[in-house]
């Protein structure tokens, strides 16, 4: 791989990564249509990164259809696929880490001790090894994406990270590759997450700015579905994601919740142009 990015980079071509861990849907799709858009050479990585699930996580039953998932890249006709061995990224010895402190303690870190740790570490490793332009991340991991821009930030990397929108179902279910584990009742109650965040969207037309009062909005849709074991429902700052009390600048309403065994992300960002905070621009 990283003959192979000497090489582009020889070539004078500008080079774009999407890393992932496989089980490729449509929001994966979407970022290597982007990262085509914007690039002479694109590279995915397939990697389920064993250092980012807990002891009790989903480690061993995590998706993995490397066959299906060579075949969608091939068809969008990208230069490379990276599909490196556990072995070859974390070797016996292997010791180093990196943690985007603060960020990574929050809410998913809270829920998931340890996962933003893995997550900056493989990306840091990923970006040496392919030394892209560009970085794709989808804005469904909101937390994730704003921690690998922190960490491309303080650690003065080269690539640019490029977090893109989210990609949904037709009624709204926003794509994961976890989405496979629902049962068919868990699948209908999960689009209850959609159903939240638009009624957020709905008080914030109003010109509701006021965080419990979009809170609210949320867990009351939240609370009508059952199947639903809410883990949090927050306003949060966009890019500390310390809770906000008013709605001011760029924030997002952030879900997780359980349905079955199955945690599920969600969320919706608030924008504002400088100088305008009448009118945000909303983002689901
Ligand atoms: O979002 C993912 O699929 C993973 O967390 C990532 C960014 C590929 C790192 O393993």
Redesign the pocket.
Known sequence: MKELAHQEHAAHRILGLV???GALHEGHLSLIKRARQDCTSVAA?I???PK?FGPAEDFAKYPRAQQTDTEKLAALGIQCVFIPEPAEMYPQDYSTYVNVDGISERLEGRTRPGHFR??ST??LK?LQIVQPQFAY??RK?AQ?AAI?SRMAHDLNLDAEIVVCPIVREADGLAMS?RNVYLNPADRQAATVLHRALQAVQNELHKGTRDALQLQFAMRRVLEQEPRAKIDYAEIVDARTFEPVTHVARSSYALLAAKFGETRLLDNLLIEFNPGNTNEPRIEL
Do not use: A, H, R, Y
């Open positions: 890393p992932t861990m990585s990697f389920v990164n980012q893995g997550v493989v990306v990923l991340f989808g991991d994730q690998i590759s």
